[in-house]
Nanobody, 128 residues
């Protein structure tokens, strides 16, 4: 059974940095495309970033491009999201996602319903 556990919750002033981690277990990690989504209060869950199985391809939402960096360590079964220059509008619960069905070279989907496995989320708050 695939389990995803996010960590790195924090309250950060605007312009600050934070790194989220997602530890994965119960599956062959490098066989899964990994992604990050977020959901702010009263809003739908939205795509943030995704990374291919080997880590050589990444994709970002326009709103975080140039500020966030996704990476993975397949030896540690962990995916990371390094967030720089945080803004108040980045405030949300951040979710880790995993899926085996995407092609090995793909960076997943921007649609939450196309991902099979989810963590419980971790809160990120950017204060002004």
């Amino acid at each position: 059974q695939v389990q995803l556990v996010e960590s790195g919750e924090g309250l950060v002033q605007a312009g600050g940095s934070l790194r989220l981690s997602c530890a994965s277990s119960g599956h062959t990690f490098d066989g899964y495309t990994m992604g990050w989504f977020r959901q702010a209060p009263g809003k739908e869950r939205e795509f943030v970033s995704a990374i291919s199985r080997s880590g050589d391809r990444t994709n970002y939402a326009d709103s975080v491009k140039g500020r966030f960096t996704i990476s993975r360590d397949n030896a540690k079964n962990t995916v990371y999201l390094q967030m720089e220059n945080l803004k108040p509008e980045d405030t949300a619960v951040y979710y880790c996602a995993a899926d085996i069905s995407f092609s090995p070279w793909a960076v997943g989907s921007v649609f939450p319903y196309e991902w099979d496995y989810w963590g419980k989320g971790t809160q990120v708050t950017g204060s002004s």
